[in-house]
């Protein structure tokens, strides 16, 4: 069998979950990971017959991808921001989206405070899952102080192997925002980012089934008579824990932005700046204490 003609049963094979540029998506990934081909290596060496072991390997995770597992879980892996991470049922795999919110921050970070060249940037990551929006921002912003929390022990032993892969030192607590007893209280960020839970329960029947099948709920769904829960709470953190003209970032639920600025806005931040994404989704807040 040729490059090609897997390529083909691939996206046969996987048209009831995916689309076809999906599935091409897919099976390119996969190729990345058994054969190390990247898109290139695929369009020059597209006619080239597959050794039998190599067929095997990628005839094995088709046959995965169909029961509905994502391909991230499958390999163990994703790149986000051009970095590779270690994913698995833990953990959200990482989107594009959230991608622009690191661009962002990287962006914003340059005009910020004015702090002594002794002092550190700091910046704490809320809910951080596998650890993709703190070891991003270290790894791009190496002259700061990044701290990251989150409630679940398994996603926080995944974010340390993703912060060792990386080769980049963040501080990894655990904790729950809604409830937090941990001495973060008692320092002062210059940058607090948080990409919380905000799906409501009655947009369940919108996400993808793969999605819901396979990624952690706790990470995903708020209640419908409760969706900012986390924000407020966020917000009110952050109100107390930044310094004076610090920053706060979320990632937000595209329905719900209007709420979310008047939200901030209530709690008493300026100059909110609502950004959609690539799709033109209102996706992005920024504000500033």
Request: hydrophobic share 40%; aromatic share 8%; glycine share 4%.
């Amino acid at each position: 069998m040729t490059l090609k003609d897997l390529a083909n049963k691939f996206i046969t094979s996987l048209n009831a979950i995916y689309d076809e540029d999906e599935a091409q998506t897919i099976y390119l990934i996969a190729l990345e990971h058994v054969l190390k081909y990247r898109r290139a290596d695929y369009l020059l060496k597209k006619n080239e017959v597959i050794s039998t072991e190599k067929l095997n390997k990628l005839e094995a995770i088709l046959t995965t991808l169909q029961a509905g597992k994502p391909i991230q879980y499958i390999i163990g892996e994703t790149i986000f921001y051009g970095l590779p991470f270690k994913v698995n049922p833990s953990v959200l795999i990482p989107r594009p989206e959230t991608e622009e919110l690191v661009e962002w921050i990287i962006s914003a970070s340059n005009s910020l405070l004015q702090i002594p060249n002794s002092q550190p940037l700091t910046i704490l990551d809320i809910g951080t899952g596998s650890g993709c929006i703190a070891i991003a921002l270290k790894k791009n912003l190496p002259n700061t102080k990044v701290s990251a929390i989150d409630i679940a022990k398994d996603s926080l032993v995944t974010a340390k192997q993703n912060a060792i892969l990386n080769e980049v030192e963040v501080e990894f607590l655990q904790d729950d925002i809604l409830k937090s007893q941990y001495a973060i209280r008692n320092t002062q960020y210059a940058i607090i980012v948080s990409n919380p839970p905000y799906v409501t329960e009655n947009e369940k029947s919108s996400i993808h089934e793969n999605v819901i099948a396979n990624e952690p709920h706790r990470a995903l769904f708020v209640s419908n008579d409760n969706p900012l829960i986390f924000y407020d709470a966020i917000a009110d953190f952050a109100f107390t824990n930044l310094m004076p003209n610090g920053l706060l970032f979320f990632e937000i639920n595209e329905y719900l932005g209007k709420q979310t600025v008047e939200l901030l806005n209530h709690k008493g931040f300026i100059n909110i700046e609502l950004r959609k994404d690539m799709q033109g989704k209102d996706r992005m807040i920024c504000c500033r204490k």
